[in-house]
Protein backbone atom coordinates (compact mmCIF):
# COMPACT_ATOMS: atom_id res chain seq x y z
CA UNK A 1 0.00 0.00 0.00
CA UNK A 2 0.90 3.55 -0.71
CA UNK A 3 3.22 4.67 2.42
CA UNK A 4 4.64 8.49 2.44
CA UNK A 5 6.62 9.02 6.09
CA UNK A 6 7.92 12.10 6.68
CA UNK A 7 10.84 13.27 9.10
CA UNK A 8 13.35 16.15 9.65
CA UNK A 9 11.19 18.29 11.65
CA UNK A 10 12.23 19.60 15.22
CA UNK A 11 12.73 22.64 17.04
CA UNK A 12 14.96 25.36 15.18
CA UNK A 13 15.76 29.31 15.67
CA UNK A 14 14.64 32.27 13.22
CA UNK A 15 16.68 32.35 10.70
CA UNK A 16 17.99 28.91 10.53
CA UNK A 17 17.85 26.15 8.24
CA UNK A 18 15.80 22.79 8.26
CA UNK A 19 15.43 19.78 5.01
CA UNK A 20 12.78 17.84 5.53
CA UNK A 21 12.28 14.61 3.95
CA UNK A 22 9.01 12.17 2.77
CA UNK A 23 10.26 8.53 2.06
CA UNK A 24 7.90 6.95 -0.38
CA UNK A 25 6.80 3.51 -0.70
CA UNK A 26 4.31 1.07 -2.29
CA UNK A 27 4.11 2.80 -5.57
CA UNK A 28 6.10 4.01 -8.63
CA UNK A 29 7.60 7.24 -7.15
CA UNK A 30 9.14 8.73 -10.60
CA UNK A 31 5.73 8.59 -11.81
CA UNK A 32 3.59 10.93 -9.97
CA UNK A 33 4.09 14.96 -9.34
CA UNK A 34 4.52 15.54 -5.14
CA UNK A 35 3.37 18.65 -2.98
CA UNK A 36 4.13 19.82 0.53
CA UNK A 37 1.38 21.09 2.49
CA UNK A 38 1.47 22.79 6.10
CA UNK A 39 -0.63 23.26 8.78
CA UNK A 40 -0.14 25.91 11.77
CA UNK A 41 -1.32 24.29 14.89
CA UNK A 42 -5.20 25.01 15.19
CA UNK A 43 -5.05 26.23 12.09
CA UNK A 44 -6.09 25.73 8.43
CA UNK A 45 -4.43 23.92 4.85
CA UNK A 46 -1.55 26.11 3.53
CA UNK A 47 -0.65 24.56 -0.32
CA UNK A 48 3.70 25.34 0.30
CA UNK A 49 5.59 23.57 -3.36
CA UNK A 50 4.73 20.90 -5.82
CA UNK A 51 7.40 19.11 -7.81
CA UNK A 52 6.70 17.36 -11.33
CA UNK A 53 7.13 13.76 -11.29
CA UNK A 54 10.49 14.06 -13.36
CA UNK A 55 11.76 17.11 -11.23
CA UNK A 56 11.61 19.65 -14.05
CA UNK A 57 9.10 21.64 -12.83
CA UNK A 58 8.62 23.50 -9.75
CA UNK A 59 6.14 25.52 -7.95
CA UNK A 60 6.34 27.04 -4.79
CA UNK A 61 3.83 29.08 -2.85
CA UNK A 62 4.15 33.59 -2.53
CA UNK A 63 4.83 32.54 1.37
CA UNK A 64 7.99 30.49 0.93
CA UNK A 65 9.38 31.38 -2.58
CA UNK A 66 12.87 32.32 -2.60
CA UNK A 67 13.33 30.49 0.88
CA UNK A 68 12.05 26.95 0.69
CA UNK A 69 13.23 24.33 -2.51
CA UNK A 70 11.20 21.37 -2.70
CA UNK A 71 13.47 18.51 -4.58
CA UNK A 72 13.29 14.89 -5.07
CA UNK A 73 15.69 11.55 -5.37
CA UNK A 74 13.94 9.47 -7.28
CA UNK A 75 16.70 6.98 -6.85
CA UNK A 76 16.13 6.95 -3.18
CA UNK A 77 11.64 7.59 -3.80
CA UNK A 78 12.73 10.69 -1.45
CA UNK A 79 11.23 14.20 -1.64
CA UNK A 80 12.69 17.03 0.48
CA UNK A 81 11.78 20.22 1.39
CA UNK A 82 14.77 22.86 2.09
CA UNK A 83 13.87 25.83 4.55
CA UNK A 84 16.01 28.32 4.57
CA UNK A 85 15.65 31.87 6.74
CA UNK A 86 12.81 30.28 8.74
CA UNK A 87 10.49 32.57 10.55
CA UNK A 88 8.00 32.03 13.79
CA UNK A 89 5.01 32.16 10.74
CA UNK A 90 6.55 28.55 9.64
CA UNK A 91 5.73 27.25 12.51
CA UNK A 92 3.36 23.79 11.36
CA UNK A 93 3.06 20.08 10.62
CA UNK A 94 4.16 19.85 7.43
CA UNK A 95 2.49 16.71 4.94
CA UNK A 96 3.90 15.75 1.71
CA UNK A 97 1.32 14.38 -0.31
CA UNK A 98 1.16 12.44 -3.78
CA UNK A 99 -0.53 14.23 -6.36
CA UNK A 100 -3.16 11.01 -8.29
CA UNK A 101 -2.76 13.18 -12.09
CA UNK A 102 -6.05 14.03 -12.04
CA UNK A 103 -6.66 17.79 -13.33
CA UNK A 104 -7.25 20.30 -10.01
CA UNK A 105 -3.64 18.38 -8.50
CA UNK A 106 -5.77 16.25 -5.74
CA UNK A 107 -3.85 14.96 -2.87
CA UNK A 108 -5.12 10.85 -2.77
CA UNK A 109 -2.06 9.87 -0.32
CA UNK A 110 -0.84 12.14 2.83
CA UNK A 111 2.01 11.25 5.14
CA UNK A 112 1.48 11.80 9.07
CA UNK A 113 3.02 14.73 9.01
CA UNK A 114 6.24 16.18 10.94
CA UNK A 115 6.22 19.83 13.20
CA UNK A 116 8.36 22.61 12.68
CA UNK A 117 8.92 24.98 15.26
CA UNK A 118 10.66 28.43 14.30
CA UNK A 119 10.97 29.82 17.88
CA UNK A 120 14.00 31.55 19.92
CA UNK B 1 -5.84 34.72 4.34
CA UNK B 2 -7.80 31.95 2.32
CA UNK B 3 -8.25 33.10 -1.64
CA UNK B 4 -11.09 30.20 -1.13
CA UNK B 5 -13.94 30.88 0.69
CA UNK B 6 -15.91 28.56 3.09
CA UNK B 7 -18.20 29.02 5.79
CA UNK B 8 -16.41 28.44 8.80
CA UNK B 9 -18.50 25.88 10.37
CA UNK B 10 -21.75 23.73 9.90
CA UNK B 11 -24.38 21.57 11.79
CA UNK B 12 -26.91 19.30 11.06
CA UNK B 13 -28.75 16.13 13.15
CA UNK B 14 -28.10 12.50 12.54
CA UNK B 15 -30.30 11.68 8.56
CA UNK B 16 -30.28 15.50 7.59
CA UNK B 17 -28.55 16.62 4.42
CA UNK B 18 -25.82 19.20 4.74
CA UNK B 19 -24.17 21.41 2.56
CA UNK B 20 -20.99 23.31 2.96
CA UNK B 21 -19.95 25.89 -0.05
CA UNK B 22 -16.43 27.27 -1.64
CA UNK B 23 -16.41 30.27 -2.95
CA UNK B 24 -13.57 31.24 -5.64
CA UNK B 25 -12.80 33.19 -8.95
CA UNK B 26 -12.44 32.62 -12.70
CA UNK B 27 -8.65 31.65 -11.96
CA UNK B 28 -9.32 29.13 -9.95
CA UNK B 29 -12.75 27.31 -9.14
CA UNK B 30 -14.47 29.10 -12.59
CA UNK B 31 -11.31 27.25 -14.93
CA UNK B 32 -10.44 23.79 -12.48
CA UNK B 33 -11.79 21.23 -10.85
CA UNK B 34 -12.38 21.06 -7.36
CA UNK B 35 -11.05 18.62 -4.34
CA UNK B 36 -12.49 18.14 -1.17
CA UNK B 37 -10.56 16.83 2.16
CA UNK B 38 -11.99 15.90 5.31
CA UNK B 39 -9.57 15.79 8.27
CA UNK B 40 -10.26 14.60 11.63
CA UNK B 41 -8.25 15.80 15.07
CA UNK B 42 -4.79 15.07 14.44
CA UNK B 43 -4.95 13.60 12.07
CA UNK B 44 -3.72 13.96 7.96
CA UNK B 45 -6.51 15.20 5.81
CA UNK B 46 -8.30 12.07 3.41
CA UNK B 47 -9.04 12.94 0.14
CA UNK B 48 -12.92 12.90 -0.29
CA UNK B 49 -13.79 14.37 -3.31
CA UNK B 50 -11.71 15.28 -6.56
CA UNK B 51 -12.31 15.99 -10.30
CA UNK B 52 -15.43 18.54 -8.45
CA UNK B 53 -17.64 15.20 -8.31
CA UNK B 54 -15.34 12.33 -8.62
CA UNK B 55 -15.18 9.74 -5.61
CA UNK B 56 -11.85 7.57 -4.40
CA UNK B 57 -11.97 4.30 -3.64
CA UNK B 58 -13.61 3.55 -0.69
CA UNK B 59 -15.45 7.15 -0.27
CA UNK B 60 -19.49 6.56 0.39
CA UNK B 61 -21.31 8.24 -2.29
CA UNK B 62 -22.92 9.94 0.54
CA UNK B 63 -20.69 12.49 0.02
CA UNK B 64 -21.16 14.25 -3.58
CA UNK B 65 -19.53 17.65 -4.98
CA UNK B 66 -20.73 20.03 -7.53
CA UNK B 67 -19.67 23.82 -9.01
CA UNK B 68 -21.21 26.40 -10.96
CA UNK B 69 -19.35 29.36 -12.01
CA UNK B 70 -16.91 30.06 -9.39
CA UNK B 71 -18.55 28.33 -6.42
CA UNK B 72 -18.50 24.69 -5.47
CA UNK B 73 -20.30 22.73 -2.77
CA UNK B 74 -20.26 19.54 -1.20
CA UNK B 75 -23.00 17.60 0.11
CA UNK B 76 -23.63 14.92 2.65
CA UNK B 77 -26.81 13.13 2.82
CA UNK B 78 -27.22 11.13 5.60
CA UNK B 79 -25.43 12.54 8.23
CA UNK B 80 -23.70 10.49 10.88
CA UNK B 81 -21.87 11.11 13.90
CA UNK B 82 -18.54 9.97 12.05
CA UNK B 83 -19.16 12.92 10.02
CA UNK B 84 -18.26 15.41 12.72
CA UNK B 85 -14.99 16.64 11.18
CA UNK B 86 -13.08 19.72 9.23
CA UNK B 87 -13.79 20.28 5.92
CA UNK B 88 -11.84 21.69 3.05
CA UNK B 89 -11.86 22.64 -0.48
CA UNK B 90 -9.12 23.08 -2.77
CA UNK B 91 -8.42 24.10 -6.43
CA UNK B 92 -5.51 25.02 -9.00
CA UNK B 93 -4.99 28.72 -9.20
CA UNK B 94 -4.04 29.91 -12.57
CA UNK B 95 -2.91 33.17 -11.44
CA UNK B 96 -0.78 32.04 -8.59
CA UNK B 97 0.39 28.95 -10.33
CA UNK B 98 -0.21 26.90 -6.98
CA UNK B 99 -2.96 24.94 -5.08
CA UNK B 100 -5.34 26.69 -2.80
CA UNK B 101 -7.24 25.69 0.27
CA UNK B 102 -10.42 27.37 1.53
CA UNK B 103 -10.27 28.19 5.22
CA UNK B 104 -11.92 25.03 6.72
CA UNK B 105 -15.83 24.35 7.68
CA UNK B 106 -15.94 22.59 10.67
CA UNK B 107 -19.23 20.31 10.95
CA UNK B 108 -21.28 19.30 13.66
CA UNK B 109 -23.69 16.64 14.25
CA UNK B 110 -25.81 17.68 16.64
Known amino acids: QVQLVESGGGVVQPGRSLRLSCAAS????????MHWVRQAPGKGLEWVAL????????YSADSVKGRFTIFRDTSKKTLHLQMNSLRPEDTAFYYC?????????????WGQGTLVTVSS | QSVLTQPPSASGTPGQRVTISCSGS????????VNWYQQFPGTAPKLLIY???QWPSGVPDRFSGSKSGSSASLAISGLQSEDEADYYC???????????FGGGTKLTVL
Open chain 2, 90 to 100: AAWDDSLNGVI
Open chain 1, 97 to 109: ARDNGSPGAPFDN
Open chain 2, 51 to 53: GTN
Open chain 2, 26 to 33: SSNIGSNA
Open chain 1, 51 to 58: ISSDGTKR
Open chain 1, 26 to 33: GFTFSYYS
